[in-house]
């Protein structure tokens, strides 16, 4: 899952941006406000979070305008003004979620995997296809018989993102976008490499190819 | 203290009535002095044909040359009389009969006027003349009833004592409306300040007469100032926790490094330290938040702005699918700051969301503010420890005791009573919360 993260101090910014990374997401971050509203408006993420207290431009006005231009990106505000007719005033203005610092990590990250599947319309807390699970917690599947697969960050965050849109086409450009980092080599055929091991270790069949397409994920077998 | 119109209304009819007395008195006054020396003249004449009528015979006897004019001589206390004098002799007109008129002459030259009582009660003019005449002195004095007269002048007093008190009466009814008119802005600026105090106006109508602007003026600038002083604070506030909260989260992420996660005890005492500092900001920057006493102008209204909330808290606990019912007049107002109120049900409604089944009752009327849900409740020994804010009663619903704790504040800065039972119907924790306690009933606030 890829995320925008719109944090204007530094350190914050940074440790957010490895947490999250060791969580699963792949994260984009930003700390000046005109700069984070264009990235928003931009690039496909699946979630932002976003500071109020941004320079240049603040984060409600930032929010306004991504609304009013019709862009609907989940966003979790992340703020240190956490009285009530401030979060009235943040959902009235768009926001899906509202988190006031200081925050516990856990908490974020359980409320931006629910901002997450709400998006993709799934009610569940867990992420299961046919006889897989997604264990997030562990970034590994698990099986009903029990069976056990290990996954890179990689795989999980590629095999994350198909289980959120089972039955549907994903061009590869789009896993490009919402499984890997961008500052990693990002080629097409860096999808193709992923998917195959990803097959490897889940099923040949799972996973299938579209030729000019893309790839889709199976969701009964 | 004393009313201005009491002031106003008490001197005005005692200067109108000393004013109307006076003018009563010298017009009655100027009347009789007019007509007497209206008379006068007539009667001067009088004297003068009677002085031209008199002869003197060789025994210096005055008489009349001819029969003196039939007013004096053809009536019987007619009303017109002479008696003349002269050399012990005395001519006396028929009218007179035998009733005596005692005068004084005055000395050759001289005119004398006075009054006195005449036959059957006749209140007499009389002027009194000396001459001198063929060698001779003579005094010549004439008389005339001035009854009928001064019965017209009596009537015409009465008349216009009448007319004097009426327009005494016109004066007076006009003046009280007057000043009832010209009090009536200040009447309609003391029922503005009712309504300010009740929290139904922001600021006082100007459109005063002059006297009172400047108070006006300065309660308005006083309730601009005082406005303009809680942005400020307020923004200091927003501020001072922006600048504060960054680092806590810092520090809060810090557990979570595996340094730190691996050494349990030292995590601990982080974890609660920083939470002792968020507790700590969290409640004592509310306090300072915490807007006047409701009183200068500040209105709030459950019905329009509880949705928005209620929304703001089933978003925030998401996770849940909470059923809210709000049972709230739309006419009910609570004179209280609006951020001061979303705080408070923020945090009750945040509470009880936490602790709720799946449903939560908001009851809003004139009697104050319940609020239940239908979650496990809260045993008899904990209400104590609930009531004693700041406890945190279950670990696993963090800030949970720090939530209540604001409550209590703003309860206590809205001179309010809160009270926590048990839901009779859903066995949930219900809060009830009155504010302005000290003020019954809270409906007519």
């Known amino acids: ?221 | 203290m004393k009313s201005l119109k009491a002031r106003l209304g008490s001197g005005l009819v005692i200067v109108l009535l000393v004013v109307f007395t006076i003018q009563f008195l010298l017009v009655s006054l100027a009347v009789r002095h007019v007509t007497d020396n209206y008379v006068l003249t007539f009667m001067a004449r009088d004297i003068d044909n009677l002085l031209a009528d008199i002869t003197f015979d060789k025994s210096g006897q005055p008489r009349f040359i001819s029969v003196p004019d039939s007013t004096y001589t053809r009536q019987l206390y007619s009303g017109y009389y002479y008696l003349v004098e002269s050399n012990n002799h005395t001519l006396r007109s028929r009218s007179l009969w035998d009733h005596d008129l005692v005068v004084q002459a005055p000395v050759i030259g001289e005119s004398m006027a006075q009054k006195m009582a005449g036959p059957l009660q006749q209140d007499l003019l009389v002027l009194s003349k000396t001459f001198s005449k063929q060698g001779h002195d003579i005094a010549i004095t004439v008389a005339e009833d001035l009854s009928l007269v001064n019965e017209s002048i009596a009537t015409f007093e009465k008349l216009y004592l009448g007319v004097s008190i009426v327009m005494l009466l016109v004066l007076l009814v006009s003046q009280y409306v007057l000043i009832n008119h010209s009090l009536k802005s200040l009447t309609s600026t003391r029922i503005n300040l009712e309504r300010l105090a009740k929290g139904e106006a922001e600021k006082l109508p100007d459109d005063v007469p002059s006297e009172i602007k400047p108070l006006v003026d300065e309660i308005n600038s006083l309730l601009s100032l005082l406005g303009r002083h809680l942005v400020k604070v307020r923004t200091l506030v927003g501020n001072l926790a922006h600048a504060l909260k960054t680092p806590l989260s810092q520090l809060s992420r810090l557990s979570d490094e595996p340094e730190i996660a691996r050494h349990d005890r030292l995590r601990q005492e982080l974890n609660r330290q920083v939470t002792e500092i968020h507790a700590a900001l969290e409640r004592e920057l509310n306090r300072a938040r915490l807007a006047g006493d409701g009183k200068s102008g500040q209105r709030f209204r459950p019905a329009t702005e509880l949705p928005p909330l209620i929304h703001t808290v089933k978003k925030i606990h998401n996770l849940k699918d909470i059923m809210f019912t709000l049972h709230c007049p739309d006419d009910v107002v609570l004179p209280a700051d609006r951020e001061d109120m979303l705080e408070l049900f923020g945090n009750l409604l945040d509470n009880a969301a936490k602790w709720c089944d799946k449903s939560i009752n908001v009851q809003i009327n004139n009697n104050g503010i319940v609020i239940e849900d239908d979650g496990p409740g809260c045993p008899l020994k904990d209400m104590n420890a609930l009531i004693q804010r700041g406890l945190r009663l279950d670990e696993k619903h963090q800030g949970h005791g720090l939530g209540l704790a604001i409550v209590g504040d703003i309860v206590d800065h809205y001179r309010g009573k809160m009270h926590f039972d048990n839901s009779p119907d859903t066995g949930g924790l219900r809060v009830s919360i009155r504010l302005y306690a000290d003020e019954s009933p809270a409906g007519n606030d």
């Not at chain 1, 703020?79 to 200081?102: I, M």
């Not at chain 1, 055929?189 to 579209?210: D, F, S």
Request: hydrophobic letters at 40%; glycine letters at 10%; aromatic letters at 6%.
């Open chain 1, 1 to 221: 899952m890829r995320l925008l993260l719109l944090e204007d101090d530094p350190h914050l910014q940074s440790e957010l941006k490895q947490s999250l990374g060791r969580a699963g997401f792949v994260v984009d971050c930003c700390g000046d406000g005109p700069e984070g509203e264009f990235m928003g408006a931009t690039e496909p993420y699946d979630a932002i979070v976003l500071d109020l207290g941004l320079p240049g431009k603040s984060g409600l006005e930032i929010l306004v305008d991504w609304r009013a231009q019709g862009i609907n990106t989940p966003v979790l505000i992340l703020t240190a003004r956490g009285a009530w007719h401030e979060k009235v005033e943040g959902f009235n203005t768009g926001a899906d979620d509202y988190l006031a610092k200081p925050f516990h990590f856990e908490e974020l990250k359980a409320r931006l995997e629910a901002l997450i599947r709400r998006r993709y319309g799934r009610a569940a807390a867990t992420l299961v296809a046919g006889d897989m699970e997604l264990d997030i917690e562990q970034q590994r599947v698990k099986k009903i018989n029990g069976e056990s697969i290990e996954l890179t960050a990689t795989e999980f965050r590629l095999l994350q993102y198909l289980m959120h849109h089972p039955g549907k086409i994903i061009s590869k450009s789009r896993l490009l976008e919402h499984a890997f980092d961008g500052s990693a080599n990002s080629e097409e055929n860096l999808v193709e490499v992923y998917i195959k091991r990803l097959r490897n270790k889940i099923g040949q069949e799972r996973i299938i190819t579209r030729r000019g397409q893309g790839y889709l994920l199976r969701d009964t077998l």
